[in-house]
Nanobody, 125 residues
Framework: QVQLVESGGGLVQPGGSLRLSCTAPNGTFSNHAMGWFRQAPGKEREFVAAISWTGGSTHYRDSVKGRFTIARDVAKDTVTLQMNSLEPEDTAVYYC??????????????????WGQGTQVTVSS
């Protein structure tokens, strides 16, 4: 069992930036593809970004390409999501996810093995 803990959410104005972090305080996700998903009120949870075990391959949903960057520090077992040029439509609870032996390009809600508790991101003026 891998416990995932997110941090870094908050309230930001449109055009602003936030950086989300995910750690595994009681284990490691070194052999997992890692990703970020989000869920807005009344909507289904959706894929945002994923990164491979080594960090060499990434995958993004179209609406965040060029604005969001996912990265991982293998030595520190940390995954981050840098979010720039935020829009009101990015408002949601963001979840860190781990897919054991998974492929970043194929990551979706059905392939995730472990979820974090979520962190709220609100983009509003």
């Amino acid at each position: 069992q891998v416990q995932l803990v997110e941090s870094g959410g908050g309230l930001v104005q449109p055009g602003g930036s936030l950086r989300l972090s995910c750690t595994a305080p009681n284990g490691t996700f070194s052999n997992h593809a890692m990703g970020w998903f989000r869920q807005a009120p009344g909507k289904e949870r959706e894929f945002v970004a994923a990164i491979s075990w080594t960090g060499g391959s990434t995958h993004y949903r179209d609406s965040v390409k060029g604005r969001f960057t996912i990265a991982r520090d293998v030595a520190k077992d940390t995954v981050t999501l840098q979010m720039n040029s935020l829009e009101p439509e990015d408002t949601a609870v963001y979840y860190c996810a781990a897919d054991r032996w998974g492929v970043a390009q194929a990551m979706n809600v059905k392939t995730v093995d472990y979820w974090g508790q979520g962190t709220q991101v609100t983009v509003s003026s």
